[in-house]
């Protein structure tokens, strides 16, 4: 264990050694780092804390780490616990403390975006949560949604996602509820949006599709957030399904196409593979197919990725992400099960975690700086006027803080 002497002898050995360093490949390397080094790094001078905590480190660390697909974990939900697997090593699912009360009921993971998750618990209280810096931000509460209509029951179903607004520098929660009639043949549906900059809800065009999962979050994709939906109420027959996304920036709804060569008689689940949308269409007896969109908003760039024949009776497939050499991917199945398919193979190969809940599901999550109380637009519109110039104050700035004695 270090003494508080050797701890600061090692801070002076690496600033003595960055001092060496131009700034421009200091920031680099930092860039890089994982979110929890980067963490004890701000203890070593205020200048490092100020580039560190500044939003447009933020964004570079978030870009670096989406160009190499590094710093990636696994998040899994069981009742009213939350758990972490590294990805590069998936050895052990560690237990997370969330920053929600659960009552002794489940937790909800809404969405995940940017490293930052959306959760929700029985009471619906709302918080968006950064697991990486242990920041959270708990949004305001909503009123119960009653129709005026009498002919319209309580809300029979409900679902959210999560998305970033690169327009406005803003992340949102889009919140679909639905009503079916007492008839059970009309129904209505309400879109509300929570604004994390304004910290506001407010409504917007209603959907006009029945949702077809109550209780999965959307997938976002391209700004988009996606869900799979009907047009009508069919209960008494198989509905054909189909994809909608909700433009973020734009708040508005759209169709997504289907594959053209996709048997439409199928069970089907969006998905977010790879920067890619995918679809799960799942046949009765027969298997399951996942297809990707390798040009979002191009029909023709629908793909088939892979098949999980029927050897035995399969409940769910969720892709969750490429393995480093691109060659795998990492399958969440029946809720039961990680499992790496080979895509040249064919073949199934389970993954051994230690502590691996029984029941569970995973969602990819990217460590990342994010803040979930936003920066005044105003400092980051001056730092990225300041950034495009290459100011250099800003790099003697640096460089001179990097020179700092404790």
């Not at 050797?6 to 360093?21: C, D, F, P, R, V």
């Not at 998750?117 to 909503?142: G, M, Q």
Request: with cysteine.
């Amino acid at each position: 264990m270090k003494t508080p002497t050797s701890s600061t002898e090692t801070q002076l050995e690496i600033q003595a050694i960055m001092a060496e360093l131009p700034p421009e490949v200091i920031i680099n390397i930092l860039s890089r780092l994982q979110v929890g080094r980067l963490l004890c790094f701000r203890s070593i001078a205020k200048t490092w804390r100020s580039l560190i905590d500044s939003p447009y480190f933020v964004d570079l660390h978030l870009e670096k780490s989406a160009e190499a697909k590094s710093h990636l974990s696994l998040i899994l939900r069981k009742d009213s616990d939350l758990y972490y697997i590294n990805f590069d090593s998936l050895d052990d699912a560690v237990e997370l403390n969330h920053p929600l009360m659960c009552y002794s009921n489940r937790i909800r993971v809404l969405g995940s975006c940017n490293g930052l998750l959306c959760i929700c618990n029985v009471a619906e209280d709302i918080a968006l949560w950064n697991p990486s810096t242990k920041k959270y931000r708990v949004l305001p509460s909503l009123p119960s949604d009653r129709k005026r209509d009498s002919g319209m029951c309580l809300c029979g179903a409900r679902v959210y996602g999560l998305g970033y607004d690169a327009g406005h520098d803003d992340y949102k929660l889009v919140r679909i509820s639905q009503f079916i009639g007492l008839d059970y043949l009309s129904f209505e549906s309400e879109v509300k949006v929570y604004s994390l900059r304004n910290n506001a809800w407010k409504k917007v065009e209603d959907m006009p599709y029945v949702l077809c999962y109550t209780r999965k979050m959307g997938i976002l994709v391209s700004g988009c957030v996606h869900w799979v939906v009907t047009r009508q109420l069919e209960l008494d027959q198989l509905a054909t399904e189909l994809v909608i996304a909700f433009d973020i920036v734009k708040e508005t709804f759209r169709e997504v196409p289907m594959p053209e060569s996709m048997n439409r008689k199928c069970q089907i689940d969006v998905g977010y593979l790879g920067g890619c949308l995918c679809i799960v269409a799942k046949y009765e007896d027969a298997g399951v197919d996942v297809w990707t969109l390798k040009e979002y908003g191009v029909k023709e760039s629908w793909s088939k990725l892979l098949t999980l024949t029927q050897a035995r009776r399969i409940k769910s497939v969720r892709p969750l992400v490429y393995s480093k050499n691109g060659r795998e991917v990492l399958l969440e199945q029946d809720h039961e099960n990680l499992v790496w398919f080979d895509l040249k193979s064919q073949r199934v190969k389970s993954v051994k975690v230690r502590g691996l809940p029984d029941l569970f599901e995973a969602v990819v999550c990217m460590e990342s700086l994010v803040s979930v109380h936003p920066s005044r637009r105003d400092d980051r519109k001056k730092q990225e006027s300041v950034r495009g110039k290459k100011n250099k104050k800003r790099d003697d700035f640096l460089a001179e803080g990097f020179k700092l004695v404790l």
